[in-house]
């Protein structure tokens, strides 16, 4: 079975903080993709990755970046925290269909 | 804006009944994919329909797909107190470099003993 694991399920951090959350898949899947899950609005894509260090930008990459340093690994970065990027934030991995989802980090920026 | 928007936004069954949830679409596809979500997991795919095929079985899952109507249904027969869960279409736009997949809101299925 795939495994997509998310480093941390629950997470707090302060406004104008940096904050990474990390992404490891066992499948070497080519790609790998960042959503953010709000009430209401479903998963929106943040940024994906199609191979190492290649990147794209999703639907709302406004104040994210990522890293693909290696091909398991996908990391996603807010460079300055702010109170509405508390969300739940889902990390996936895929060949091609469909995707593997990790169980998710809840983030809270105070 | 989103490109599936399912219907209806909560359902609550008894065990045994059968649950249809809607997902209709904007813009056309190459497929059509629905996930589950249990509270406070990611989420699990459950089953593909390509934009040629009309319906899929999967145990107790059906699908179908109207793509002149742009609109699919899930339907889970037979449902079970494990079936409780968020459902999501998700309709698949393939932009050369990775498939992407785009959700709609989900339907929250509540099914009671």
């Known amino acids: 079975d795939v495994k997509v694991t998310q480093s941390s399920r629950y997470l707090v951090k302060r406004t104008g903080e940096k904050v990474f959350l990390e992404c490891v898949q066992d499948?070497?899947?080519?790609?790998m993709f960042w959503y953010r899950q709000d009430p209401g609005l479903g998963l929106r894509l943040i940024y994906f990755s199609y191979d190492v260090k290649m990147k794209e930008k999703g639907d709302i990459p406004e104040g994210y970046s990522v890293s693909r340093e290696k091909k398991e690994r996908f990391s996603l970065i807010l460079e300055s925290a702010s109170t509405n990027q508390t969300s739940m934030y889902l990390c996936?991995?895929?060949?091609?269909?469909?995707?593997?989802f990790g169980d998710g980090t809840r983030l809270s920026i105070l | 804006s989103q490109q599936g928007e399912e219907d209806p936004q909560a359902l609550s069954i008894q065990e045994g009944e059968n649950a249809t949830m809607n997902c209709s679409y904007k813009?056309?596809?190459?497929?059509l994919q629905w996930y589950r979500q249990n509270s406070g997991r990611g989420l699990v795919h459950l089953i593909l329909i390509r934009s040629n095929e009309r319906e899929k079985h999967s145990g107790r899952l059906r699908v179908t797909l109207d793509t002149s109507k742009k609109s699919s249904s899930l339907l889970i027969t037979a449902s079970r107190a494990a079936d409780t869960a968020s459902y999501f279409c998700a309709t698949v736009r393939n932009t050369g470099t990775a498939s992407k997949l785009t959700f709609g809101t989900g339907t929250r299925l509540q099914v009671t003993l």
């Open positions: 996936a991995s895929s060949f091609a269909q469909p995707q593997h």
């Open positions: 813009t056309s596809i190459n497929n």
């Open positions: 499948m070497d899947h080519e790609n």
